[in-house]
C-alpha cells in the first residue's frame, strides 16, 4: 500500500493577513519603543523645558490678567464689530495643537524632541513679551472659554504677540518637509483671521506674530544643534 504524503493545514488567506497585521503592529510597535530608548535624554529635556515654558506662561499671564493696562484704538479692528468665531477660535486651536505633537509622537518619535523644544522656546518668548506690554484685550472682545486644562492657560490681556497665529506658523516651519505644512500654514492664517474677527487681538499682535515665529524658530535651532548631534534641520 503506498504511503500517503501528510496533508497540510491550509490556513485560510484572512487568518493569514491578519498575522501579517498582527507581525506589522507588533514590528512597528518595538521599533517605536527602540527609538523613545534611542533619544530618552533628549526627550527628558524637553518635557523638563516644556513644564519650564507652561508654568512661565502660566504666571505671565496671570500677572497680565490682573494688572490693568489701557485699551488703544486699531486701525483695522475699529472698522467692525466683533464677530462670534468662538468653535474655531478654541477648538480648531486645540486641534492644531493636538496635531503638532501627536503626529510626531506616533510617526516620527525621534523628531518629537524637536517639536517640544522648539514649542518651548516660542512659549516662553512669548511670555516675555507679553509680560511687557500692558495693553488690554480690545474693546467689545467676544467672551470664550476653554476646557479642562486648557482654560488654565487661557488668560486675558495677553496681547502681544498672538500665540493662535505663532504656534501653528511654528508647525508650518516644524514640518516643512510633509504635506502637513500645509494644514499649519493654513491654521495659521485662519486663526489670525479669527482672532481679529472676534476683537481678541490687536493687529500688530497677528501681523508681528509671523515675525516673532521664524526669529524664535531660528533660536531653538542653533539651540538644538548643541543638544542633538544628529539634527540636521
Not at 143 to 163: I, Q, R, T
Request: proline fraction near 4%; aromatic fraction near 14%.
Amino acid at each position: 500500500m503506498p504511503m500517503q504524503r501528510p496533508r497540510l493545514r491550509q490556513v485560510p488567506l484572512e487568518d493569514a493577513k491578519r498575522l501579517t497585521a498582527r507581525q506589522r503592529v507588533r514590528e512597528g510597535l518595538l521599533d517605536w519603543i527602540a527609538d523613545v530608548i534611542a533619544c530618552r535624554r533628549l526627550l527628558v529635556l524637553a518635557a523638563i523645558l516644556t513644564t519650564v515654558a507652561l508654568c512661565a506662561d502660566y504666571y505671565c499671564g496671570t500677572y497680565v490678567t490682573v494688572t490693568r493696562g489701557a485699551k488703544v484704538p486699531d486701525l483695522i479692528l475699529d472698522r467692525f464689530q466683533a464677530i462670534d468665531m468662538s468653535f474655531l477660535f478654541v477648538y480648531g486651536y486645540i486641534g492644531l495643537i493636538v496635531t503638532m505633537f501627536l503626529y510626531p509622537a506616533l510617526f516620527r518619535v525621534r523628531t518629537l524632541h524637536i517639536v517640544a523644544i522648539q514649542f518651548s522656546l516660542l512659549l516662553i518668548l512669548r511670555s516675555v513679551f507679553m509680560l511687557f506690554t500692558h495693553l488690554e484685550t480690545p474693546a467689545g472682545a467676544v467672551a470664550v472659554g476653554f476646557p479642562s486644562f486648557f482654560e488654565k492657560l487661557y488668560f486675558e490681556n495677553d496681547m502681544f504677540f498672538s500665540g493662535h497665529t505663532a504656534m501653528p506658523f511654528l508647525g508650518f516651519y516644524l514640518f516643512r518637509h510633509s504635506p502637513l505644512r500645509y494644514v499649519f500654514l493654513v491654521g495659521s492664517v485662519v486663526m489670525g483671521i479669527v482672532v481679529l474677527a472676534m476683537h481678541l487681538h490687536y493687529s500688530i499682535d497677528v501681523l508681528s506674530a509671523f515675525f516673532m515665529t521664524y526669529c524664535s524658530y531660528r533660536m531653538g535651532q542653533r539651540l538644538l544643534r548643541r543638544l542633538d548631534p544628529t539634527y540636521i534641520g
